[in-house]
């Protein structure tokens, strides 16, 4: 089992930045890769950037790409997403993720319970 926590979430004004982070527990963290999605009132949870389980590979949503960024260091804890440039439209709650397989699609194993982001114009 691992138990996921974000933390960093908060009000910022646009073009404003924060950095979320992703702290894990329990058994294999190091043998899972992760990823962040969100997800706005009213809408379909969304991806938003994924990396790999030694951090070589990071993929991000074209809404994000330029402006965002996961990291980890290896395969140790936690994951951060740096969000700079923030847009009203990147207001959400931001969910990560832990599976055994990085993808841009919601197949995670593992899921925290979200931190929120809101960006005032």
């Known amino acids: 089992q691992v138990q996921l926590v974000e933390s960093g979430g908060g009000l910022v004004q646009a073009g404003g930045s924060l950095r979320l982070s992703c702290a894990a527990s329990?058994?294999?963290?190091?043998?899972?890769?992760m990823g962040w999605f969100r997800q706005a009132p009213g809408k379909e949870r969304e991806f938003v950037a994924a990396?790999?389980?030694?951090?070589?590979?990071?993929y991000y949503a074209d809404s994000v790409k330029g402006r965002f960024t996961i990291s980890r260091d290896g395969a140790k804890n936690p994951v951060y997403l740096q969000m700079n440039s923030l847009k009203p439209e990147d207001t959400a709650l931001y969910y990560c993720?832990?599976?055994?397989?990085?993808?841009?699609?919601?197949?995670?194993?593992?899921w925290g319970q979200g931190t929120q982001v809101t960006v005032s114009s």
């Open positions: 990396i790999s389980v030694s951090g070589g590979t990071t």
């Open positions: 329990g058994r294999a963290f190091s043998s899972y890769a």
């Open positions: 993720a832990a599976g055994r397989i990085v993808s841009i699609t919601p197949i995670y194993d593992y």
